[in-house]
């Protein structure tokens, strides 16, 4: 129950507009490590962009700015929303030097720009972090702070050149508008890694992306993200909720994933397999095993394959199965034919899935082997 209410506090966060979640920088840490066993390279000489990100608060800006020397940046821009409903709540970027943004006469509150050029210890206490970054960006010393002249949507003139700019855009974009959001980063022709909720897989301009190898999955789903940092304002609900070490309400949640169009190892592991045989003996799901045969859809040429781990390695036609399988897939293994194909034979149709045994399914993907 406690991880439903966590869970319908994203959906609802979608569907009201409310789009305040902030990514936790051991979520951005472990997935970006993913990337650069794959490739040390992935981020060197680039551009990052994290264009929904309030630079006092961002987890995205602290990670990259961390890392900035170690991943080999070139420029690490960030852009805020105005309003932030944590503003100088979370990260506390300054600390309690309250005068920086007085000094400037640009309250914090503003829609504001960072652009990181250069990043070191200046201040020659042997170690670089946040302190040393405050520093350099009060002096103006090869970086660049400054208000915008809108309120920082994405979507904004003054956010699309800075977007221009960049190679990778790295965020948490809004749920309510990221069909919107994925576009624009293809229309520009954007590197991108981007959370957002699972359900976002079934939409159609997201599938058709993933079908063509345009886009993927990252290196987990569900618990993989371990939570979103939200607002005092926000109630909190049962035990996949709560409040952190350093005071932040944390959302857990098991609906959300990455998605991105850069290359990582995962996606290319095969999935292993069982024969139809073996998986009607020894499965260790009861929907399979002592069945004489797998499913047929009553309104599509498919198996029903209810599991990923239950795909038959032998089945040579195709088959219908969860759309969690595409935290697996190996675009070397199968190819995806569609999502409920069905539906372009039944326009009328309004179930959630295939039909089997007269009932319907939840929906499916549907592919065969390679």
Avoid at 40 to 50: G, I, L, Q, S
Avoid at 71 to 84: A, E
Avoid at 255 to 265: A, K, Q, V
Wanted: charged share 30%; net charge neutral.
């Amino acid at each position: 129950m406690a991880r439903e209410a966590s869970a319908k506090n994203l959906t609802n966060a979608k569907r009201a507009k409310n789009d305040e979640f902030y990514t936790q920088y051991i979520d951005i840490q472990k997935e970006i490590e993913k990337y650069l066993d794959y490739n040390p390279n992935t981020f060197r000489a680039k551009v990052v962009y994290c264009n929904c990100d309030d630079p006092f608060e961002s987890n995205f800006f602290r990670y990259f700015v961390l890392n900035f020397n170690k991943l080999g940046l070139k420029q690490l821009i960030t852009t805020s929303y105005k309003p932030s409903p944590v503003a100088n709540t979370q990260l506390a970027l300054f600390g309690d030097d309250k005068t920086l943004a007085e000094s400037k006469g640009r309250p914090k509150l503003t829609a504001n720009k960072f652009i990181i050029n250069e990043v070191k210890d200046i201040d020659g206490d042997g170690e670089f972090n946040l302190k040393d970054v405050a520093k350099q960006l009060k002096a103006n010393k090869n970086n660049e702070w400054a208000p915008l002249e809108g309120d920082g949507d994405f979507r904004s003139d003054e956010c699309i050149e800075l977007l221009k700019q960049s190679d990778v855009v790295v965020t948490n974009p809004p749920f309510s508008l990221f069909r919107e959001y994925v576009k624009q980063l293809f229309d520009y022709k954007k590197k991108f890694l981007i959370i957002g909720n699972i359900n976002c897989i079934t939409y159609k301009e997201i599938f058709q992306k993933i079908k063509n190898n345009e886009a993927w999955l990252g290196n987990g789903m569900g618990r993989w993200i371990s939570g979103f940092i939200v607002p005092q304002s926000y109630e909190l609900y049962g035990t996949e909720a709560r409040i952190d070490e350093n005071g932040d309400r944390i959302v857990a949640t098991n609906n959300c994933l990455w998605l991105t169009n850069i290359d990582h190892g995962r996606r290319h592991q095969p999935l292993p397999l069982m024969t139809m045989e073996d998986n009607l003996k020894y499965s260790k799901h009861k929907e399979i095993k002592g069945k004489k045969t797998y499913g047929v859809y009553d309104n599509y040429d498919a198996i029903e394959v209810p599991f990923t781990d239950a795909i038959p390695s032998d089945y040579p036609g195709t088959m219908g199965v969860p759309i969690s399988f595409l935290d697996k897939y190996n675009p070397e293994q199968f190819e995806i034919l569609g999502m409920d194909d069905h539906r372009l034979q039944y326009p009328n149709w309004r179930g959630r899935g295939p039909d089997l045994n007269g009932k319907p399914v939840y929906r499916r993907i549907i592919i065969k082997h390679k």
